[in-house]
């Protein structure tokens, strides 16, 4: 063999192994696009199933009329571009590949295009965990300023009201007590609807505690009430079950995206002819099955398999990134689950979920409701809140059995505490500028435990992870705005004695 035949071997021979041991598939194509070389393929293809087929075998349908542009462009001397796919293996798996386009020349002319293709799967995951992430903190912080912004007008306009009531006289007309008892009801209800956003207000919790499945899924189902019933009627089947090992805020993301999922895969404006079933069992391996079966249209098998996959979506542009059920499996995962769907076009699809039991794990001890109903002497009471309108109302609902101090700023409040003045009760908001109820407490539990003792911290929803922190560890007796004139009036009571 001749020195250049030598050396030509020996850079072939090199050049062979650096393909070779590249991360990255690269592919040499014809100008028709048939594949000339590859240094390697992916799992459960062999080379002798790649080389001497057409390029675009390999590129799912919805991709192929691009394709032909970007190999047209290259192979008529274009630029290099870089095109992304997402296609499945033979074993169905979904993944993310990368593949940069550029011409392959040869005596001063294209004869064809070089392919430099990467899995980028690992990558999008990750991605879609960090926007999974981002969004629910963004989801759980909107939630609970929008509750404490809502909740503290609703506790004025709920305790107006139910003191009205108490306060109409009998002979009133039954009119007028019909149009007070809508009001109240009404107020009733979106004091519940604004209660259910809670569930998504705790975006930092990471440990898995035991959830209230039911519970859950009732706050959730209110909160997409608007949705459902405008396209099917809703049948519950719930078995007893015990609670779940999970993250409420992201136990209620999942079941929302589901059940969203679900109403907008029937047609709208025919809600007498649809069901929307969520049924609620327990498996025979011990795990909790949340079903959310739809009569829609169904999915059919080519969209099925990539349904997980972060960023695929069936929307049109501009109404969904892709990311709802990838990032609801990524959160089932998490906890232990597995979430499944079975689908048949035109009849309907369900999503099943399945969550660890979190039996044996003791329950936190709920307090029960104070049962006195007047206490049996008056009591003088501070209230702190820096809503005027809050602090109108509590000042009507209390000051008829008790005697009550009302100041709109803790530092206040601390000026009256620190020059001797007494109280049976301090009624604090959590929430408030300037001060706030924490630090109220920290100052108060320095200079006198036994004030702080007293403290009853009133709450429209703790929107800072201080605040949720300390309201998680805190003993003392906690009021949700708007309260309940009953609740609240019983708890003084049992606190004046």
């Not at 981002?134 to 609970?144: E, F, M, N, Y």
């Not at 609703?154 to 009998?170: D, F, H, I, K, S």
């Not at 800072?464 to 003084?492: H, I």
């Amino acid at each position: 063999m001749g020195v250049r035949a030598l050396e030509s071997a020996e850079s072939e021979a090199e050049l062979r192994a650096i393909l070779e041991s590249a991360p990255d598939q690269i592919y040499l194509l014809d100008v028709d696009g048939t594949i000339r070389f590859v240094n390697h393929v992916v799992a459960g293809f062999t080379k002798h199933d790649v080389i001497g087929r057409n390029w675009l075998d390999f590129v799912p349908s919805e991709y192929q009329k691009p394709w032909r542009t970007i190999l047209s462009r290259i192979t008529s001397g274009g630029d290099p571009e870089r095109f992304d796919v997402l296609a499945a293996g033979p074993d169905h798996e979904i993944s993310w590949f990368s593949s940069h386009v550029g011409p392959l020349r040869r005596d001063g002319g294209v004869v064809g295009a070089v392919v430099v293709t990467r899995n980028i799967t690992e990558r999008r995951r990750t991605e879609a965990q960090l926007v999974a992430s981002d969004r629910l903190a963004s989801v759980g912080t909107l939630s609970a300023a929008l509750a404490h912004e809502i909740n503290n007008p609703l506790a004025a306009v709920l305790g107006n009201l139910e003191l009205l009531a108490a306060m109409m006289p009998r002979d009133a007309s039954p009119e007028l007590a019909e149009i007070l008892s809508d009001a109240l009801d009404g107020t009733r209800r979106v004091t519940q609807i604004v209660r259910d956003l809670r569930v998504f207000a705790k975006p930092t919790a990471t440990n898995l505690v035991p959830v209230d499945v039911v519970s859950v899924l009732e706050s959730t189902l209110r909160i997409a009430q608007n949705e459902v019933r405008h396209r099917a009627k809703l049948a519950l089947e719930i078995e007893e079950v015990p609670h779940v090992r999970a993250i409420e805020s992201r136990l209620g993301q999942v079941f929302l995206n589901l059940i969203v999922n679900a109403a907008q895969a029937i047609v709208d404006g025919r809600a007498q002819e649809n069901q929307i079933t969520i049924r609620v069992t327990r498996a025979a391996d011990g795990f909790v099955n949340v079903a959310v079966q739809d009569t829609g249209v169904g999915i059919p098998e080519e969209v099925r398999v990539r349904l997980f996959t972060p960023f695929f979506s069936t929307k049109p542009p501009g109404e969904g990134t892709g990311l709802g059920l990838a990032i609801s499996k990524q959160i089932v995962s998490s906890m232990g689950g597995t979430i499944r769907v079975e689908s048949v076009v035109g009849q309907g699809s369900t999503f099943t979920v399945s969550l660890q039991p979190a039996e044996g794990t003791r329950q936190p001890a709920q307090r029960s409701a104070p049962r006195r109903t007047a206490a049996s002497r008056r009591g003088r009471l501070l209230i702190i809140d820096d809503e005027p309108m809050v602090l109108s109302a509590l000042v009507r609902l209390l000051s008829r059995e008790h005697e009550v101090v009302a100041v709109q700023s803790a530092t206040e409040a601390l000026d009256l505490l620190r020059r001797g003045e007494r109280f049976d009760v301090v009624l604090c908001d959590v929430m408030m500028p300037h001060m706030t109820g924490v630090d109220f407490y920290e100052e108060v539990s320095a200079f006198s435990p036994e004030v702080a003792a007293r403290v009853v911290f009133l709450t429209g929803g703790a929107f800072t992870s201080r605040a949720r922190e300390f309201l998680e560890r805190a003993t003392n007796q906690k009021l949700d705005k708007p309260f309940d004139v009953a609740t609240l009036r019983a708890l003084v009571a049992e606190r004046v004695g």
